[in-house]
């Protein structure tokens, strides 16, 4: 039973110790308190111990004793067989003033036969009085008696001189002061900083760290050690390194994607605009047999200028988008009436292309909070590239399912696998999965990443699937 309580007592101190160590750890002030708490203790008494401390006993046992001695001699030289009691006490009293004394003569029973003023009692205990000589008074006796025989009016008499022990410690330098005063501050700064030297070195660490982030490493790490300020310190540093090198790679790779941006649509508009500019110069310069033929020229050129400006349109909308310069105007819509809208537009587009559609609704009222205009651009743009990119003959099959408080839009077309590595490069500007520029099939290239913009802007999510030559694209708002 008792080992348990020892047991239980020796596990509850240590969890304590664990926590205040711990909690000590935690803060650097605390830390450096505690230590500047050490260093001023053990300083201290190293300042103590270089100083010679003597104790005067002046005031003691000792001192009680000689200077009843000294008192005594003077009695026996001045009252021995004397019996002027009024001028003796007199003088005794001032005897005893002097001493910090109490005196008295008695008799062999005890009674006084002379006294000091600060002696209340007629006669003494000598019983009591040689006990407390001997050791054997079980009381606990203050005062201290020396007992002296002498003869006093021709009787045989004992002189009784009571005194107080007063232990007193007076400090003398075996030194200068200033040689302790030197030691105790000497030992002080040494001990201080022999405490701080790890977190010293560690802030010099840290500095090292900064400095050579600074530099342009950002991948240099900072290693954390303890809990406190400056562990904190250091992993907030290793932090920012890390956020800064981020921010330069996504400025990197800004730079770079604003540079393939500048290259396609360099590209994409000088392939029309040249073609452009050579039909009309075959029409400026009469290079042309027949009427007919003029106006061949002319059509041709007029769809290029088309083309052309369907590309400025998609660029400019899609600038817009993506710098997040839109503001959108959120209404309570029909979502099944809005894509049967969008595909009456795009009916004679499928017809020309040899594509039906295929609708399955959950109902024919599906309620979303969108922005009307925004979201049948996304769509359209999702139903021209199914378009584009189906087999034909080929179906377009749209779907409405609702999961939760979610609305998703699949649209599925068959035609070519796209695989993993392209389906995550799907939404990017100017991608195209056959890689070519020269590819017959018209657009921009940006129908996808608009779509993208617009329904990010409206907190939703697009991803595409492809499986056994089928692409499904997923809108859920």
């Known amino acids: 039973m008792r080992s348990r309580i020892l047991e239980s007592i020796f596990k509850r101190a240590k969890r304590i110790s664990l926590r205040f160590i711990n909690c000590i750890q935690k803060s650097l002030n605390r830390e450096i308190t505690l230590a500047i708490i050490f260093c001023l203790i053990v300083s201290g008494t190293v300042y103590w111990q270089v ?33 002027d009691k009024e001028t003796g006490a007199d003088y005794l009293s001032k005897l005893a003033n002097y001493y910090q004394l109490k005196i008295a003569i008695v008799d062999g029973q005890g009674n006084i036969s002379l006294k000091s003023d600060n002696i209340d009692e007629n006669k003494l205990d000598l019983e009591q009085i040689k006990k407390i000589r001997l050791g054997s008074y079980t009381g606990k006796p203050i005062d201290f008696y ?27 330098y075996g030194r200068e002061p200033l040689f302790a005063i030197s030691v105790g501050i000497t030992v002080f700064i040494s001990l201080l900083i022999l405490l701080l030297r790890r977190k010293v070195k560690y802030i010099e660490e840290i500095g090292d760290g900064i400095l050579e982030i600074s530099k342009g490493n950002l991948d240099f ?30 400025e990197r790779k800004a730079e770079r994607l604003k540079n393939e941006l500048i290259t396609n ?39 290029k200028s088309e083309k052309l400006k369907l590309l400025i349109q998609d660029l400019f909308e899609y600038t817009k988008l993506a710098n997040g310069d839109v ?19 795009l009916s004679l ?22 922005d009307s205009d925004k979201i049948v651009r996304a769509i359209e743009n999702i139903l021209v590239n199914a378009i584009k990119y189906s087999y034909r003959p080929g179906e377009i ?17 068959c035609g070519d ?27 921009s290239g940006l129908g996808l990443s608009i779509a993208k913009s617009i329904v990010k802007l409206h907190n939703g999510e697009i991803w595409a699937e492809s499986e056994n030559n089928r692409i499904r694209i997923f809108v859920a708002l």
């Open 51 to 83: 100083q010679e401390v003597s104790f005067d006993n002046s005031g003691g046992v000792m001192g009680v004793v000689n200077n009843s001695n000294t008192a005594f001699v003077e009695i026996n030289q001045l009252y021995a067989g004397r019996d």
């Open 349 to 370: 587009m499928a017809k020309e292309n040899h594509s039906t559609f295929s609708k399955v609704y959950p109902k024919n009222e599906v309620f979303v909070e969108v």
């Open 265 to 303: 649509v360099s590209h994409d508009l000088k392939t029309p605009l040249t073609s452009i500019i050579g039909y009309l110069r075959l029409v400026k310069d009469k290079k042309y047999e027949t009427f007919d033929q003029m106006k061949e020229y002319l059509d041709t050129a007029y769809k």
């Open 221 to 250: 790490q900072i290693s954390k050690k303890g809990q406190d300020e400056l562990g904190l310190l250091a992993e907030n540093i290793n932090l920012m390194s890390e956020q800064l090198k981020n921010q330069i790679e996504e």
């Open 146 to 172: 020396c007992i002296y025989p002498m003869k006093f009016n021709s009787i045989d008499s004992q002189v009784i001189i009571i005194g107080i022990p007063q232990m007193r410690t007076v400090v003398t």
């Open 397 to 413: 099959k749209i779907q409405i399912t609702q999961r939760d408080w979610l609305t998703v839009v699949m649209v599925e077309n």
């Open 327 to 345: 503001q959108i105007n959120k209404s309570k819509i029909n979502l099944v009436e809005l894509i049967e809208q969008v595909i009456g537009e």
């Open 417 to 443: 696998t796209i695989h993993k590595e392209d389906l995550s490069h799907l939404f990017d500007r100017f991608f195209r999965v056959e890689k070519s520029r020269t590819s017959d099939i018209g657009g």
